[in-house]
């Protein structure tokens, strides 16, 4: 029933069945044209993985590497932001060994502060070559300042003009200060190669939970989870649906 003087309100065609009743926009046709793992997947048993997930890592490591995958040393690092928020980036791993896995940054970036305030994160290595993804999970601790100039200086000379440059995540004025501070800690990189970056800190994520996705073309995946509740735990295994 409609209220009087209130003309009831056409109705609105049904779209045809099958079809949205939004066209796809140039993007959305875009996106839905490209292919997922145009490539023959490895295979992956799970009954045959390691007791500890760093032996995985470092042998998944390495067949991506012999795949060709590209930059495959490059993981999403994901902090929990002042606000209590999810905050996430792509940043280089320096290292994975018994300790944990190694990556490094100045500790008054936005990255360096958050985990300073609270010392956990989330790494997400994705290797499309073969299908594949790691998600590693833990609490962050600091390596000594020595160790972080190590690591450092046996990088490029551009990794060390970079560190040198610092003010990372402070707003910049214009893009000629930052040419001009570059410049400045190129030419002092070159002549001190052993120079110090008193805020550059080298941080280890110490593993809770290590995840490892085999992709599927039947979409089949294969989810291997490795967890513990403390760093002196043996590790639990266990399969995920995907």
């Known amino acids: 029933m409609t209220t009087s003087g209130s003309p009831r309100p056409a109705a609105r065609p049904a779209a045809p069945q099958g ?8 993007f959305q046709k875009l996106l839905r044209a490209q292919r997922v793992w145009d490539v023959e997947l490895p295979g992956f048993d799970p009954a045959g993985a ?5 032996p995985l890592f470092h042998a998944w490591f390495a067949e991506a590497v012999a795949a060709g995958q590209a930059e495959p040393h490059t993981m999403g690092l994901a902090t ?5 928020g999810p905050d996430v980036r792509t940043v280089m791993l320096h290292d994975a060994d018994e300790r944990g896995w190694h990556f490094a940054s100045h500790a008054s970036s936005t990255k360096g502060r958050q985990l300073a305030a609270r010392p956990e994160a989330a790494l997400h ?14 609490r962050v601790t600091t390596a000594p300042h020595a160790e972080a100039l190590a690591d450092l200086h046996v990088r490029s000379t551009g990794a060390l003009a970079a560190a040198l440059v610092g003010r990372q995540s402070e707003v910049l004025a214009s893009y000629g200060e930052l ?3 570059s410049t400045a800690a190129w030419a002092r990189a070159e002549a001190e190669p052993d120079a110090d970056a008193p805020t550059w800190t080298l941080y280890v994520l110490e593993p809770l939970e290590a995840e490892f996705f085999q992709g ?17 735990e043996a590790w639990t295994r266990e399969l995920l649906w995907p």
């Open 179 to 181: 040419e001009d501070a």
């Open 80 to 84: 929990v932001a002042e606000g209590g």
């Open 125 to 138: 290595f994705y290797w499309p070559t073969q299908g594949r993804q790691i998600r590693v999970r833990g």
């Open 19 to 26: 079809h949205s009743a939004h066209p796809a926009s140039e």
């Open 50 to 54: 390691p007791a500890a997930p760093l």
């Open 216 to 232: 599927d073309a039947r979409r089949r995946h294969v989810r291997l989870r490795y967890r513990r509740a403390r760093t002196d």
